[in-house]
């Protein structure tokens, strides 16, 4: 007999809810906009799925434009899971987003709706330390992926 691993498939196509997870990959990236070209980054997220994870890799992310300025979408959006006084306190110092590599969290996602999509856009709304979060227990319904 002849045995051959078949590698899991990435799944992002993942039920709304609170999963634990791990900040797998930072890019930065330029994406060009009617103001011209504008630094933004990719955060990408491996998520503990329950029934899913065995399966495929369930993966997660959500983009911002590169800029922690006070009340700007990263700078929120991190806040929560590295602390309200992180920024504050760097403040005037350069910080490593590299450095959230293989950092463990709790991630809450959910659906929206594009007009005429099969499929919700499955967006990562907010992240928090490990053990912050009421976490998603049940499996996804057969049949969904």
């Not at 630094?39 to 993966?59: H, K």
Request: hydrophobic share 35%; net charge negative; proline share 6%.
């Amino acid at each position: 007999m002849i045995e051959i691993n078949i590698p899991k498939e990435t799944l992002f196509d993942l039920p709304e809810g609170c999963y634990k997870a791990q900040v797998s990959d930072i890019r930065q990236f330029i994406k060009q906009t009617s103001r011209g070209a504008q630094d933004w980054v990719r955060l990408l997220f491996d998520v503990q799925v329950p029934g899913l994870s065995d399966r495929w890799d369930t993966m997660a992310g959500r983009s911002f434009k590169l800029e922690v300025q006070p009340g700007t979408d990263l700078r929120n959006f991190l806040s929560g899971l590295l602390g309200q006084r992180f920024f504050t306190d760097r403040s005037g110092q350069k910080i490593d987003l590299d450095s959230l590599r293989g950092q463990e969290c709790e991630v809450k996602l959910e659906h929206y709706w594009g007009r005429d999509y099969e499929k919700p856009l499955v967006v990562v709304v907010q992240v928090a330390p490990p053990g912050s979060l009421k976490l998603t227990s049940a499996e996804p319904k057969e049949g969904n992926h």
